[in-house]
T-cell receptor
Framework: QKEVEQNSGPLSVPEGAIASLNCTYS??????FFWYRQYSGKSPELIMS????GDKEDGRFTAQLNKASQYVSLLIRDSQPSDSATYLC?????????????FGKGTKLSVIP | EPEVTQTPSHQVTQMGQEVILRCVPI?????FYWYRQILGQKVEFLVS????????KSEIFDDQFSVERPDGSNFTLKIRSTKLEDSAMYFC?????????????FGSGTQLSVL
């Protein structure tokens, strides 16, 4: 059974702080890793993708991957109230082409003004 | 940015009835998908479709479910005899692995309520 585990939260951070979201996965064959943001009642929106060990930065977001520890994280710097949402970690066994994603339940982030 | 379009946004049906959820993937995308999300639960993969056939499916996608690409633009999910537990948000998605910065595009979803 392929599992993706996330702390459900809620995670509350003050505006301007760093939010740290974590995810572990069970399938060692996973090839690609994603962070999605989901507002209530809406579809998931891709924030970051990461494919190799290390850090990947995009604006205020940094994704970190450690395949040996089967661990993915997302850092959000200078958190804004508009970042308040549920953040979904997803992993894909396929390296390219098909997206048979396994999602975690998500971590609810609340950024307090 | 191009969009995946889903209709209807809400569908209410009686248990045992057949429903068809409709999607228009992004044109020239090659892979099409259905995911679902039961209220308060995680997003779950149902099926992927490539080159006019199912390429992968999950345990959820049993004989009650079917998919079809009836023409060059639409992609449908049919639930033959709905159960209460089929109530969920159903997301269609598409992707094109040949594109730079390729990613999975989700539609806005169809909320299915089975009464």
């Amino acid at each position: 059974q392929k599992e993706v585990e996330q702390n459900s939260g809620p995670l509350s951070v003050p505006e301007g702080a760093i939010a740290s979201l974590n995810c572990t996965y069970s399938d060692r064959g996973s090839q690609s890793f994603f962070w999605y943001r989901q507002y209530s009642g809406k579809s998931p929106e891709l924030i970051m993708s990461i494919y190799s060990n290390g850090d990947k930065e995009d604006g205020r977001f940094t994704a970190q991957l450690n395949k040996a520890s089967q661990y993915v994280s997302l850092l959000i710097r200078d958190s804004q109230p508009s970042d308040s949402a549920t953040y979904l970690c997803a992993v894909n066994r396929s390296g390219a082409g098909s997206y048979q994603l396994t999602f975690g339940k998500g971590t609810k982030l609340s950024v307090i003004p | 940015e191009p969009e995946v379009t889903q209709t209807p946004s809400h569908q209410v049906t009686q248990m045992g009835q057949e429903v068809i959820l409709r999607c228009v993937p992004i044109s020239n995308h090659l892979y099409f998908y259905w995911y679902r999300q039961i209220l308060g639960q995680k997003v779950e993969f149902l099926v992927s479709f490539y080159n006019n056939e199912i390429s992968e499916k999950s345990e959820i996608f049993d004989d009650q479910f079917s998919v079809e690409r009836p023409d060059g633009s639409n992609f449908t999910l049919k639930i033959r005899s709905t159960k209460l537990e089929d109530s969920a948000m159903y997301f269609c998605a598409s992707s094109d692995p040949g594109q730079p910065n390729e990613k999975l595009f989700f539609g806005s979803g169809t909320q299915l309520s089975v009464l």
